[in-house]
């Protein structure tokens, strides 16, 4: 099982992610750095509170972080820069349970 965190959305400009990167987590907690295509410090902190809930296969619905037109079967998070203050990016991100 692994984790697949997606960059979906990014409002401002965002100096780490493209729309389209991805952090990938093994066994959800071991960072994958063979399919990892970049990683930063503020979209690691947003994601801490949930990987191990999501990894156990608690559903986002159940957490509140499920897409509110779509059952797609992803949580929704968002990194903590709030662009509209710092000049920087706010980054979307999709995570998706997975079976290896």
Known sequence: MRLV??????KGRCPVYQVGDQI???SGYRLN?????????HSLASVL???IALAKGVRP????LAHREKDD??????CLDPCEFT???TVTFSI???ED
């Open 5 to 10: 965190i997606r960059v979906e959305d990014i």
């Open 24 to 26: 990938v987590l093994d």
């Open 33 to 41: 750095l063979q399919e990892t295509t970049a990683a930063c410090m």
């Open 49 to 51: 509170p949930y990987h």
């Open 61 to 64: 619905d159940q957490m509140g």
């Open 73 to 78: 079967g992803r949580a929704y998070v968002q």
């Open 87 to 89: 000049g920087g990016g």
């Open 96 to 98: 998706e349970r997975e």
